[in-house]
């Protein structure tokens, strides 16, 4: 298994233009306990800088706190214990909200997100978005957006998974940001700050 990272972590590597230094020393230093090829305290890896893509499986993202989403290859692990179903919910699933492509879904903010007034989020929010089945019974998917720091741009981390398919992956995601970009925009776009809807 640890191999196979490395592996992958050295296509990763070719395959990218970026940084090849920081992604070549990840893989000499990989640490098979603490990490899998690219430790997360390395400068070398996404979370804290370009040297490895934030899609590359082998590159830790951060593992989150129960009022923050992990990301990266840790997004999913913490999707699944679930923390996320303890805060402020939409109460039922309900058909997407123009000009929404997410289908049917129910959202999630956390506390940081729920709470806020006016003006930009603080870093910290996040929402958790429920994707379901045309049925409406059925998670199929999840998305989560997160201020990872203060601005507009790169400032939100985007993940979304639909069935077995990572669509996004990344701050600054130009999919997510560019229709998210318009929440609040007018009458027909609700929400500021990159967030369409606020669970309070
Ligand atoms: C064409 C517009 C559009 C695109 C593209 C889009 N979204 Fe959304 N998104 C919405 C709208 C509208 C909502 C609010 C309500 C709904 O879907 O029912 C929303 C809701 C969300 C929410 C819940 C918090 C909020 O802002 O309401 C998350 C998280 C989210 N989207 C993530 C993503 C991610 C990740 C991507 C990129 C893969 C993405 N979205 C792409 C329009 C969009």
Redesign the pocket.
Known sequence: MHKDLKTMIGLACTAGALALSGCSSDAKTASPTADAGCPGKDAGCPGSDAGCPASDAGCPGTAGDPQTPGTGPQAEAWLAKGDYKTWKSEPAV?????????GK?R?F?NAKLSAHGTGEYPVGAA???ELYDAAGTTVVGY???LKTKAGAGDAWY???KMGTTV??NGNG?A??V???S??GSDAA???HD?????VQ
């Open positions: 309900h058909d997407s909200r123009s000009p929404s492509p997410h879904n959202i903010s929402s958790v978005k998305a989560i957006g985007w993940y979304e669509v996004a995601v999919l997510c560019g229709c998210h318009a929440a776009h609700s929400g990159f967030v369409y809807t606020q």
